[in-house]
């Protein structure tokens, strides 16, 4: 069974930073590309990122130069690194692992893509 848990959220100002961690166990297909999502109170789940097996990343443009995504040296550990947060980053943060990215459309943007979710991390950024 696969797991994938988040760590790192919290509440800080705007300018601020945190890093999310998203921690993957269990029996997965190699090559697996990992998500991360946000939901905000009353909105959609939007994509934020996506990161595949061999560290190549993809972001969307909201986040395009504050956020980072890499991996871990164990290879089941991604990481989010947020820089210069404002109020609109708000939300609940979701990672998720897409075991078949590699056989599909670059990247994969979509919720229904991915297989696997954590259970989420929230992130409060107050002005």
């Known amino acids: 069974q696969v797991q994938l848990v988040e760590s790192g959220g919290g509440s800080v100002q705007a300018g601020g930073s945190l890093r999310l961690s998203c921690s993957i166990s269990?029996?997965?297909?190699?090559?697996?590309?990992t998500g991360w999502f946000r939901q905000a109170p009353g909105k959609e789940r939007d994509w934020v990122g996506v990161?595949?097996?061999?560290?190549?990343?993809k972001y969307a443009s909201s986040v395009m130069g504050r956020f980072t995504l890499s991996k871990g040296d164990t290879q089941n550990t991604v990481f989010l690194q947020m820089n210069n947060l404002t109020p609109e980053d708000t939300a609940m943060y979701y990672c998720?692992?897409?075991?078949?990215?590699?056989?599909?459309?670059?990247?994969?943007?979509?919720?229904?893509?991915?297989?696997?979710w954590g259970q989420g991390t929230q992130v409060t950024v107050s002005s």
């Open positions: 269990g029996s997965i297909r190699s090559n697996y590309c």
């Open positions: 998720a692992a897409d075991p078949y990215c590699s056989t599909h459309y670059w990247p994969p943007r979509l919720p229904d893509a991915y297989k696997y």
């Open positions: 990161i595949d097996g061999s560290g190549r990343p």
